[in-house]
């Protein structure tokens, strides 16, 4: 057997220990005779499964009582949808694009109501964050949204946007569990699990009770109400059985790293050297603006575009794989989330400084 150094930016890395678990459990769960794949989501010991989850995602997260965590099937896209239908009471949403996550949530948003796009960084090709602290936040407004990390740009928001008291709604989809986070600044905090958590197909959403509501949107499907999700604890139909039993093992596994403060800790220690690494270096340079930088997501480029095909190809055949940039911007990209090594993360720069030398 031989791994490479992945850095998708998803779906992307597990920790080896989830998936060697897994694999052991593969034939026979725990005595069952069976796969988790294969057993009844209403069994027993699936319910032991998705309850365990849910209380180490909860600790982990520290997500207070009156919040709701569900676990919910059509990834982050569904959530576009899903944001508005159940929040938009009075049609009115503010939306603050920074990236193409965001603007596809608020285009998706403006189909059910009026949503504002109140600030972009869309200027300067996604690369910062605006100051939003005080932005023309709509007085009607049902909620404020954002994406909290750019995957695609590598930005995040250090500070979240003052929303003079208007609910905040974040997707965190590759930032989730990467550092603490405060929930109780959140309405509705979503991610789509393939960046940092597990295998996709499972989008964690949580979500402040007295936002869950049956006072959705005309026409909003059964499936996408938050109420309907809540009351059946994300059993209202066959959940992402497998998926979620997988995320439940990587709960467990930053439980042993040391929880969100430790996982905040080697995501700095990891993003460092590579920060540090492109600050010195004469070839490859960062394209983000420096106090926006993401802990998960490291675009970076040379200023040819030879070089930059020339080091995909090299760093694949040494074993670094999926560094080629989103389709969207070109260059490189490098995605560390918590499973990625900080091995990992020395290897590629070795062999960045090796590839800087040798192309001179
Ligand atoms: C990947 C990603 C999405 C899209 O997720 P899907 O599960 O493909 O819908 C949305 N937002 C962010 C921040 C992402 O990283």
């Not at 294969?38 to 319910?47: A, F, G, L, T």
């Not at 995040?156 to 600044?185: A, H, I, Q, R, W």
């Not at 070109?330 to 090594?341: C, D, F, T, V």
Request: hydrophobic fraction near 40%; charge should be negative; aromatic fraction near 10%.
């Amino acid at each position: 057997m031989s791994r490479v150094y992945n850095f998708s930016a998803g779906p992307a890395v597990l920790p080896e220990e989830v998936l060697r678990e897994a694999a052991d459990e593969m034939m026979d769960y725990r005595g069952c005779g069976m796969s988790v794949m294969e057993m009844s989501h209403r069994s027993k010991v699936y319910d032991e499964i998705i309850k365990t989850a849910e209380a180490d995602f909860r600790s982990l997260l520290g997500v207070p009582d009156n919040y709701k965590v569900l676990f919910l099937q059509g990834g982050a896209h569904l959530q576009f949808a899903a944001i508005p239908m159940n929040l938009m009471k009075n049609k009115v949403a503010d939306y603050i694009v920074t990236g193409q996550w965001a603007k596809k949530a608020w285009k998706e948003a403006s189909l059910y109501g009026t949503a504002n796009k109140i600030a972009s960084s869309e200027d300067k090709m996604f690369s910062y964050i605006p100051d939003c602290s005080d932005l023309p936040i709509s007085p009607d407004a049902d909620y404020v949204y954002i994406c909290e990390n750019n995957t695609i740009y590598g930005t995040k928001f250090k500070t979240l946007p003052n929303t003079k008291g208007k609910t905040l709604v974040s997707d965190v989809s590759s930032c989730f569990l990467s550092e603490p986070m405060d929930v109780t600044k959140y309405g509705l905090v979503y991610g789509g699990v393939q960046k940092n958590i597990g295998p996709a197909g499972v989008v964690i959403v949580v979500v402040r009770e007295d936002l869950i509501t049956d006072d959705c949107l005309p026409g909003t499907p059964t499936i996408m109400k938050y109420k309907t999700q809540a009351d059946a604890d994300s059993l209202y139909n066959t959940p992402p059985c497998y998926g979620i039993y997988i995320c439940g093992k990587v709960f467990k596994w930053i439980q042993k790293m040391g929880g969100l403060d430790a996982m905040k800790q080697i995501n700095e220690e990891k993003a460092k050297v590579l920060y540090d690494f492109l600050d010195e270096s004469s070839m490859f340079k960062g394209t983000v603006r420096r106090e926006d930088r993401s802990l998960m997501n490291v675009p970076f480029i040379t200023d040819s575009e030879e070089l930059n095909a020339k080091f995909i190809a090299e760093s694949k055949a040494a074993g670094f794989e999926n560094l080629k940039g989103h389709r969207s911007v070109g260059g490189m990209r490098a995605s560390i989330y918590n499973a990625m090594p900080i091995e990992g993360v020395k290897a590629l720069v070795d062999f960045m400084k090796k590839f800087e030398l040798e192309n001179k």
